[in-house]
């Protein structure tokens, strides 16, 4: 406060009047009532000074125009306690509303005032719609507690989802916030609302909410949205907050006011002078914090003119999701590659569904991280997922000449000293249709080598479709040889992995040395292969265990939605012990990656040397 009162009297150094308008007590006043008054004495430390260098300052009250020297106090204040809240206003004739009274009207035209100041309506989807102005009290709620519920309750209490409206609530009475909340949870156990600071009497206030209440409750169950604008203000607030943090409701809109819990104007002296403080202050229970001066921020912000439409969004999402749930774990039960797995999944996800955990959902992109977040939790398995429809690119135009080139570039081959050969692609294809380009331009540059280093560092994997072929050239002819066991989901049954009696090119053959380098990156079909040529004992493996991923997943729809899954269907021989999958496979030799290449050249050059 004294930093700003200097600042204050800095700024009238410049300001060009000869005698003092005010008196010194405007401001010693003001800074008691702010003593006395404001709801977080804590802020206040340094006001006796302030006082003292106020009073004595008399420059501070030169300026002649009344309304000005309000607002330069309004600014003084606010630097000092940082709160935009507190306001000095100059209002000769204010006359200080009258506590709210109930007039003794008859009930019918009580019902006629009360259906004037709320609308209620029931929505398309049994959706209950309730725009409240103002929360009225609990003086006023008893009074005229059986028309509200006759006109208004009784009307929405039916429905299946309700909509608060929010948006235009700028008044309301401490003592409605109860009320309000208890329609919306459980009679038991009761619930810790809010703890009420009152700076005057220096007394914290608990609010719970109610056991009893006339009428019906809406209960915890059917889903509630709150619409907020940026003109929602103090009690109104303190009500979203509540549900909020209680996850009662979901609040739709915009950031709101971050206003009061009780505010007061109060008179500066006898002056014309008032000041607007906060004097009282909110502690949620939940998160020991305050929506006042922040306001509360919404679970799915959109402008406010929009949160209608975002909120009957939202509940018609929300009535789907049950059926979306169910149909998902169809799929995986009728899909996913580990049956049993698949059976666990399904019985889980229905118990989480049931407990709740879904009620919450706003958007598809949140059912969709929930369903992927459950579906990795109930099945250890990152590929089984919810994934976004990728539409199938439609085949390339290539002319051959392209072609050859495309292949050329996603094979490279060389050939070091000691003919080792080396290959890298990055990429499992459908390489059957192609084979002739490959044996071509890419396999019959390293054919002839003595030794040949694979380098699927950088391999994601692909389609599996060509692995039994490319494990065949590391194979002689002479026999078929039995490369894996795969299990089929969906057909339930097993097939096997054989090598081919017939192939494009020549076989590198069963006799020569064949290195793999694998990276943690190396996945899908590309661990496939390394698994065979590992379990097979045709190839020494050096680099880094291996990503761990799946045969590759095949894309369902769920429902009729535009949410689908990625589920892996088929897996390797498990008969001997776990496979590949979600594990990945350990090396040899186990170097990082950008190392396995010297590390398998300096291996082949020692067993090339030691073959002399
Ligand atoms: C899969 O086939 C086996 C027999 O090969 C049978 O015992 C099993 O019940 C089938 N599983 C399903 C889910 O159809």
Redesign the pocket.
């Known amino acids: 406060m004294a930093q700003a009162l200097v600042l204050l009297a800095s700024f009238l150094i410049f300001s060009n009047v000869a005698h003092c308008d005010f008196s010194p007590r405007v401001i010693v006043d003001l800074a008691k009532i702010l003593m006395d008054n404001y709801c977080s004495p804590e802020k206040l430390a340094g006001m006796e000074e302030a006082i003292d260098t106020g009073s004595s300052n008399t420059d501070i009250l030169s300026i002649s125009d009344p309304a000005t020297l309000a607002s330069v106090l309004t600014d003084g204040v606010k630097k000092t306690i940082f709160d935009s809240r507190v306001k000095v206003t100059y209002e000769p004739g204010y006359v200080p509303p009258a506590p709210p009274a109930m007039p003794d009207f008859p009930p019918e035209q009580l019902a006629e005032m009360i259906k004037g100041t709320v609308k209620v309506e029931v929505l398309d989807g049994n959706i209950g719609y309730l725009k409240i102005q103002h929360i009225v009290g609990e003086e006023i709620a008893q009074k005229v507690g059986p028309i509200l519920l006759e006109y208004i309750w009784d009307k929405v209490l039916p429905t299946s989802a309700m909509i608060l409206d929010f948006r235009s609530a700028v008044t309301g009475e401490l003592s409605g916030i109860p009320y309000i909340v208890s329609y919306f949870t459980d009679s038991e156990p009761r619930i810790h609302i809010d703890s009420v600071y009152h700076r005057t009497s220096d007394v914290t206030t608990e609010l719970w909410s109610m056991p009893t209440l006339l009428g019906k409750r809406y209960g915890t169950s059917k889903p509630l949205i709150v619409l907020t604008s940026k003109n929602t203000l103090g009690i109104a607030e303190d009500v979203v907050y509540c549900l909020k943090n209680l996850k009662r409701a979901t609040i739709v809109g915009e950031n709101t006011a971050g206003g009061s819990i009780k505010i007061n104007k109060i008179k500066v002296g006898d002056t014309d002078f008032y000041v607007t403080v906060p004097v009282a202050k909110s502690i949620n229970p939940i998160t020991g914090k305050s929506w006042e001066i922040n306001g509360v921020a919404p679970n799915v912000e959109v402008a406010a003119e929009d949160a209608l439409d975002t909120a009957i969004a939202i509940i018609k999402l929300r009535a789907e999701i049950p059926g979306l749930v169910q149909a998902a774990a169809a799929l995986v039960a009728d899909n996913y590659a580990f049956?049993s797995i698949g059976d666990d999944v399904v019985e889980k996800l229905g118990a989480v569904v049931a407990s709740g955990e879904y009620n919450q959902i706003s958007t598809k992109k949140e059912l969709e991280a929930k369903l992927s977040a459950d579906l990795l939790k109930l099945s250890g398995d990152k590929c089984l997922k919810a994934t976004s429809n990728i539409p199938a690119r439609p085949p390339m135009n290539l002319t051959p000449e392209m072609f050859i080139e495309l292949i050329k570039v996603s094979f490279h081959t060389d050939v070091f000293e000691n003919n080792i050969g080396y290959l890298r692609f990055d990429m499992f294809g459908d390489f059957e249709h192609v084979a002739k380009i490959i044996a071509e331009h890419v396999w019959d540059k390293v054919v002839d080598t003595d030794m040949l280093i694979i380098d699927l560092r950088n391999n994601v994997g692909g389609s599996t479709s060509s692995i039994a072929g490319f494990c065949s050239y590391f194979f002689d002819d002479d026999k078929q040889i039995v490369l894996d066991h795969v299990y089929n989901?969906p057909s339930?049954?097993t097939s096997d992995l054989l090598t081919l009696t017939q192939l494009t090119g020549r076989r590198y053959g069963s006799k020569k040395s064949v290195i793999i380098l694998t990276s943690g990156a190396t996945a899908g079909a590309a661990e496939e292969f390394v698994f065979i040529m590992k379990r097979l004992g045709r190839a020494m493996i050096i680099g880094e265990t291996t990503h761990g991923g799946c045969h590759p997943p095949e894309t369902f729809r769920v429902g009729e939605s535009d949410i689908y899954l990625s589920i892996p269907i088929s897996h390797s021989d498990i008969a001997q012990g776990p496979s590949w999958e979600g594990a990945g496979i350990a090396p040899y030799i186990p170097v990082p990656a950008d190392a396995a290449l010297d590390t398998a050249k300096a291996i082949l050059n020692k067993h090339f040397s030691g073959q002399k």
Do not use: D, F, K, L
Request: no cysteine; proline share 25%; hydrophobic share 0%.
């Open positions: 049956p989901r339930n049954t």
